[in-house]
């Protein structure tokens, strides 16, 4: 279960991307709320293994 202040990542959306990085800010029932280290913001519903609990900031 992903909690706020879990460090995540998500796989590129084509083949030969980065993935993702960001800081979850807020959970709502499915809707998760990322910081990515891009800045940007988005609230999602993350598929079924495409994200990845990779820490938890103090």
């Known amino acids: 279960m992903v ?7 998500i ?5 030969g991307t980065q993935p993702r990085s960001g800081l979850v800010v807020a959970v ?3 809707l998760l ?3 990515w280290s891009s800045g940007e913001e988005s ?16």
């Open 3 to 9: 909690e706020i202040g879990d460090l995540v990542e």
């Open 11 to 15: 796989e590129g959306e084509k083949v």
């Open 28 to 30: 709502t029932g499915s």
């Open 33 to 35: 709320r990322v910081r």
């Open 43 to 58: 609230t999602f519903v993350p598929a079924a293994g495409a994200l990845r609990v990779v820490g938890h900031s103090t």
